[in-house]
């Protein structure tokens, strides 16, 4: 029989390989050596597309328009992927992108009514008009909660990677 302890540690494993996943991931941030506005700019895109609910295609689009703006593709790419990180919050993310869509694309302004899947069926949750009752909103909403974010992001990778910019290479004992 498993003690506490071994309980502990076969859960504490996934947990310590994903931390040091996503450290190794900060520290190639940091290490890349381009100017601090392309790197800035390729964790903006990809923070912007990280809150983005286009499943399965949000890499590609990063690292394409991390490439049209002439930024670092290599940033985009690390910074989509840290938002992984946010994957537990995933579902009260897109609600509340959701919510914040709807009240936006309504008129008079209102929330979206309370949401009841008991009876509803597979079926009905798979047509176009369903999707564009949803879709629309979800992806109005993020984009509303993604530009501020990739904003920050910018201001905060940019003051980041400029220190370590203007940082000598080998500092004088």
């Given at each position: ?143 509303v909660v993604a530009l501020p974010a ?24």
């Amino acid at each position: 029989m498993l003690e506490n302890r071994d309980v502990r540690c076969l859960v504490a494993s996934p947990v310590k390989r994903l931390l040091a996943y996503f450290a190794s991931l900060w520290r190639r941030l940091l290490e890349l050596r381009d100017t601090p506005h392309a790197i800035a700019g390729g964790v903006a895109i990809g923070v912007f597309y990280g809150f983005m609910p286009l499943f399965g295609v949000k890499t590609l689009l990063s690292l394409v328009t991390a490439w049209l703006a002439r930024c670092s593709k290599i940033a985009a790419v690390i910074a989509v992927s840290l938002h992984d990180v946010a994957l537990p919050f995933v579902p009260f993310m897109l609600r509340i992108q959701y919510d914040i869509g709807f009240w936006l694309l309504s008129n008079p302004h209102h929330l979206p009514p309370k949401v009841v899947l008991h009876h509803t069926k597979l079926a009905e949750m798979l047509q176009w008009t369903t999707f564009l009752k949803v879709g629309f909103p979800l992806l109005v909403g993020s984009f509303v909660v993604a530009l501020p974010a990739a904003v920050v992001a910018y201001m905060m990778a940019y003051s980041i990677m400029r220190r370590r910019h203007l940082r000598p290479l080998h500092p004088s004992s």
